[in-house]
């Protein structure tokens, strides 16, 4: 039998002791998903081993620090990315990082930690999670770090978090009560992600750093599916027909965090290919089992796309070392 390919995952979540001290995050909601947000060792390295995760590049849960105070920001970030730095020294063939980034202070402190976290700590990119203190990250105020993640040449993951309470409140809140998940993973989360993917390529982001890399999580956040009505819809009025769909085929890569659907995953392949698309779980929002078995039982690919899709793709764009 052929060996198990090695499998790579990179949407995958802890919190931070002293941001869960003074902040919070989102989803700690039952004892059994706490204790797994909260380890870095021993349980979350036999959960990998259990169901064959060779490699998991960690990153904060949402809302990280996108919804800091702007005046202790900077430093309770760096704090985080020290300590995430020595879970990886201790681990390096097991762990690899995305870096926190203090975004509503000044963007020239986001930009500069994601320089520190990648030429001091070993870091492979960052990850943003929803609005920050309100705002989109399109916005200009935080290209600074769009231009900085292009110079390291290493990607921006954009992960959701609660969306805004004025959408929850029109859109979701009658529901709420009976299916709480549809402010989160369910929908909400898909919407506003959804809607900061479309931002950025409207923006003049993408044009202004033509090499940028960046990552959506839950197969691009059904964008791939959009892309072509998008596009359609947007070149209508004859005004601003500047390829919508092809700057996001150039400067996407998505993920297959929590969502492990082989009709899904086909689509994506047809429309964006597949060098464009990364295995992940999303742990322990998803248990790594049925991300594994999806993987290892059910993918409908070649083993040369099985192995692109679970470690290639993702060695390539995040210069692991593993
Ligand atoms: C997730 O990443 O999937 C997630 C969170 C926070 C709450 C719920 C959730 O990061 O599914
Ligand atoms: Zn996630």
Sequence with gaps: ???????????????????????????????????????????RLKEMDAAGVDYQVLSLGAPATQRLPADSALQLTRGVNDRLADVVKAHPKRFGALAALPTTTDAKHAADELERCVTKLGFVGAMLHGLSAGVFFDDKRFWPVFERAQALDVPLYFHPAKPHQHVID??????????????????????????????????????????????????????????????????RDGKHAEGFAEKFKRNFWITTSGFFSNNALDFCIKEIGLDRIMFSIDYP??????????ALEELNLSAADKEKLLNGNARRLLKLKV
Excluded: C
């Design 1 to 43: 039998m052929a060996a198990k390919p090695y499998i790579v995952a990179l949407e995958e979540h802890y919190h931070d002791p002293q941001i869960v001290a003074v902040a919070g995050f989102e989803g700690r909601v039952n004892p059994e998903l706490v204790k797994r947000l909260d380890d870095l060792g021993d349980l």
């Design 285 to 294: 929002f998803v248990p790594n089992p049925p991300g594994t078995k999806w």
């Design 170 to 235: 029109a859109y979701l809140k009658d529901y709420l009560p009976k299916h709480p998940a549809l402010a989160n993973a369910a929908w909400g989360f898909t919407i506003e992600t959804a809607t900061l993917g479309i931002r950025l390529v409207l923006s003049g982001v993408l044009d202004a750093y033509p090499r940028v890399k960046l990552i959506l999580g839950h197969l691009g956040e059904g964008l791939p599916f959009f892309l072509w009505r998008i596009n359609m819809a947007l070149s």
